[in-house]
C-alpha cells in the first residue's frame, strides 16, 4: 500500500492527466452517444414521415447508430492515449473483407435503400423494371417482390431494378389509349371516323379533356390505318383497350366498313407432257 501510495506522490502529475484524460473519454462517449441517438431519432422520424415501412426504418437506424458509435469510440480511446490506428486497420480490413464477399447483396441494400427513400414506385403500382412487368407486392430492403398478370410472383434483386429504366404505369392519374384502326381503300373514311368518334362518346369511361384524337396516321400498302387515342383513367386502361377493339369490329361488320387482312393468291398450273 505503502508503494501505491509512493507511485502516486511520486507521478501525482502524470496520474491527474490520465484521471482528466479519462474523465474526457467518458464526456466524449456520454455526448457522442446522445448525438447518434438524436440523429438516428431525427433519421427514423423523417422517414416515418415519408411513409416508409416502420421495421426498415428500425434496420436503417440501427445501421446509422452503430457507425456513429464506432466513430464516437474510437475518439474516446484515442483521447486517453490508445493508438486507434490499428483498430482502425483492423476495421478497415475486415470492411474491405465483408464487402468482397457480399458484394452483390451491398448493391442490393443500397438499391434498395434508394427505393425506399426516393420511391420511384409504391406498393400496388405496375411497373415494368428490370424486365418484368408487374404489380408491386412488396419493397424489401435486397428485393422487390412484383406479382404478374397472370399471378405469378417474381423475385427482383434491386439493383437489376435501379440499373436499368422503370416503367410506372400507375404514376399518373390518367393514361393514354393508343390504337391503330385499318380500314381498306374502297371504305367510306368519313363514315369510319363517325363511328369511331360515336364509340367514344357512348363510353363513359373515355375522359373528356384531354379531347380523344382519331386522325389519319399512314396510308400503308392494303389499308389506311387511323390513330384513335382517348383519355382514362389508368385503373380503366385495359378495360376500354379491349371493349372498344371490340366494338369497333362488330360496329364496322354492321356498317360495312371492311377492316383489310393478308391474303394469297395461289396459282396452279399443269404441264401435259407429249407422247
Do not use: C
Not at 31 to 50: N, P, S
Not at 82 to 109: D, K, Y
Amino acid at each position: 500500500m505503502d508503494e501505491v501510495t509512493n507511485f502516486v506522490t511520486e507521478n501525482q502529475e502524470v496520474v491527474y492527466h490520465h484521471l482528466i484524460s479519462i474523465v474526457f473519454a467518458l464526456v466524449i462517449f456520454v455526448i457522442g452517444r446522445w448525438i447518434a441517438k438524436g440523429i438516428t431519432g431525427v433519421m427514423e422520424r423523417a422517414l416515418l414521415g415519408r411513409s416508409i415501412d416502420k421495421a426498415v426504418v428500425s434496420f436503417l437506424g440501427s445501421i446509422v447508430y452503430t457507425l456513429i458509435m464506432i466513430a464516437v469510440l474510437l475518439m474516446a480511446l484515442s483521447h486517453i492515449g490508445v493508438q486507434t490506428t490499428s483498430f482502425i486497420a483492423i476495421l478497415g480490413a475486415a470492411g474491405l473483407a465483408v464487402g468482397l464477399a457480399l458484394q452483390g447483396s451491398l448493391a442490393n441494400f443500397a438499391s434498395g435503400v434508394l427505393i425506399i427513400i426516393f420511391r420511384p414506385f409504391k406498393a400496388g403500382h405496375f411497373i415494368d423494371a428490370g424486365g418484368v412487368m408487374g404489380t408491386v407486392d412488396k419493397i424489401e430492403i435486397f428485393q422487390t417482390i412484383l406479382k404478374t398478370p397472370d399471378n405469378k410472383k417474381v423475385l427482383i434483386p434491386n439493383a437489376q431494378i435501379t440499373g436499368g429504366a422503370i416503367t410506372n404505369f400507375s404514376a399518373e392519374p390518367t393514361r393514354r389509349v393508343d390504337l391503330v384502326i385499318g380500314i381498306s381503300y374502297d371504305s367510306d373514311l368519313r363514315k369510319a371516323k363517325q363511328i369511331l368518334a360515336d364509340i367514344l362518346a357512348a363510353d363513359e369511361r373515355v375522359l373528356a379533356e384531354p379531347a380523344p384524337v382519331i386522325a389519319i396516321g399512314e396510308l400503308a400498302d392494303s389499308s389506311v390505318n387511323i390513330l384513335v387515342r382517348p383519355w382514362v383513367n389508368a385503373a380503366d386502361y385495359w378495360g376500354v383497350y379491349w371493349d372498344t377493339l371490340e366494338k369497333v369490329k362488330l360496329t364496322f361488320d354492321e356498317q360495312g366498313i371492311g377492316i383489310p387482312f393478308p391474303q394469297m393468291d395461289v396459282h396452279l398450273h399443269s404441264n401435259k407432257q407429249e407422247n
